[in-house]
């Protein structure tokens, strides 16, 4: 039997309603035909962030989540938005690459800042030693968001994420965890071609492919399945989120290189200046510091 992405179960989970609204799903069977849910109701600072459906009353044991974290903005606040839902155990895959010294330290800052306890950092440094991508070979030129066109850039890492799933499933093994949180994106909605098109294990399918490999690989019995609930959000909308979540952003790291300050060229610095600005909030990482010669 062929298989069926449209099949799959759910791959986001319960945001806050006054955070995302989906008007136009129920005439597209669940979707819009552009693909994508809308975000055009994002909540006001004053506003309070409703409790998602389904949370558990005092008392009530909740279900675990790993939630894999990074140490940038996505996956901060996917940690953040997680606790509303779950009792969370947080993932850190060490992989040897530019600036995995300083993602290490900001998820180190971030579980305590959250006051996460549950933590696990997987040392996976021989990916980076396989080569093939520019974050992980200092061998080779890592290109300047103005030179990236449509096809897939050298800081793409082929494995990258499969792995990292995979140590988390192995993880939710052990703990008895019934979801794994990812913080991916399809769509920064920044200039340039969508994240997802140029990280292809973004797309919504690997994470519906994935569940399914899960289903076949683990017990029947076993509930364990990967949830992407930014999947459908931009990096604007993602930011806004984490600013009513009281998300330290001082404390995350998106820059694909290792610097006292953000290289302001990769990718990952251009869509996280974008995210930003179009949320009309400074990103602190790019605030002078207090007391700094001119």
Known sequence: MLFNPGHTAKIVLSLPEAVVDKPDAARHGGRRAAGRWTANRLPRASQRIDRPKGRVSAGTTM?????????????????????????????????????????????????????????????????????GNSRGSRRLPMEDVSALGSETPSTFVLGLVPVMLGAAAAWAGSLGAKRIIIGTSEDHHVPGPAISQLYPDYRREFVQTFNLMLEYGKSPRRELLVEAPFAELNRREVVLLGRRLKVPFEKTWSCYRNADEPCAKCLACATRAAGFLRAGIPDPLMLEPAGKEA
């Open 63 to 131: 279900d675990k989540a790993i939630v894999l974290v990074s140490g940038g903005v996505n996956s901060a606040v996917a940690a953040a938005v997680s606790r509303e839902q779950y009792e969370v155990h947080l993932l850190h895959v060490a992989w040897g690459h530019r600036a995995a010294e300083r993602e290490k330290a900001c998820f180190e800052q971030l579980a305590g800042q959250l006051r996460i306890e549950r933590k696990l950092v997987v040392d996976m440094a021989w990916l980076a030693s396989c080569g």
